[in-house]
């Protein structure tokens, strides 16, 4: 695991979308998992910015969620397609026909969605944040590691700290169908991005606990090509040593 500490939030959002330009740039066709959540909007603003005044295009791109709520009307600003489509998709030259989301009709196999992405050739980089609880997309405290896509009832605590999402917490949904952490393990490259001292003491927990299910980011420390990328406050808990740490703390 290589761990990059950056000044704060802004140095994130520019660290994470050169990364992300500089896949679109050297290939013909790239497959993206891609992440929600407040953590990934500045970076999604960036790549906006980038492509409105660079030569940034995402025709190459084709993009899978990580996840999806269940139970929300398919107008509702806060599914997650309809937050990725107003922060990104609707505002580039993606194709939105190679925008996938987990299914969440009832009755289908959720795990249909490992195989459109095993079809697509399998995710080149997977984009992550993390939950206060250290969940990776919505695989919950005690999700088996081998887990594919499915559906979850979500967490107490993620229920509350997604609320500012909603008018109020009876708003968020119980359910949701999200990769698993064996889909998740399958990409080639992961990047996970934490901002901010609400995810300092996750950070601390996936890099130092015990690898456990009772903590399911600790299962990217089984993985071969993971890029952590913290602001300050998220990274103060970091120790000296065990990870190669870079730190950015200049202009980025
Ligand atoms: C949410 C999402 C995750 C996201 C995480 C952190 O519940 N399911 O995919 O990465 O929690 O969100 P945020 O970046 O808003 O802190």
Request: aromatic share 10%; proline share 3%; charged share 25%.
């Amino acid at each position: 695991m290589q761990v990059v500490v950056v000044n704060e939030k802004e140095a994130l959002s520019t660290y994470i979308a050169r990364d992300f330009m500089n896949y679109v740039s050297g290939h013909n066709r790239v497959v993206f998992g891609l992440a929600t959540g407040s953590t990934f909007t500045g970076v999604y603003k960036k790549l906006v910015h980038q492509h409105q005044n660079s030569n940034l295009s995402f025709k190459p791109v084709m993009t899978f969620n990580l996840d999806e709520y269940m139970d929300l009307e398919s107008n509702h600003p806060q599914t997650y397609r309809n937050v990725m489509n107003r922060n990104l998709f609707d505002c580039v030259d993606i194709d939105k026909r190679n925008t996938f989301f987990p299914p969440i009709k009832k009755n289908i196999r959720f795990s249909v969605y490992d195989d459109m992405i095993e079809k697509a050739g399998g995710i080149d980089c997977q984009y992550l944040g993390i939950g206060v609880n250290g969940h990776i997309a919505f695989n919950e405290p005690g999700t088996s590691f081998t887990i594919k896509t499915h559906k979850v009832a979500l967490a107490d605590a993620t229920r509350e700290a997604n609320k500012r999402f909603f008018d109020s917490k009876d708003q968020v949904p119980k359910h949701a169908v999200t990769m698993g952490l064996s889909t998740i393990m399958k990409a080639r490259r992961i990047v996970l991005a934490a901002s901010g001292e609400k995810k300092a003491e996750a950070i601390r927990g996936m890099l130092y606990d015990p690898i456990s299910e009772q903590m399911p980011a600790t299962v990217l420390r089984q993985h071969s090509n993971v890029v952590v990328v913290l602001d300050r406050a998220a990274a103060q808990f970091l120790e000296e040593g065990e990870y190669d740490t870079t730190e950015i703390f200049g202009a980025c």
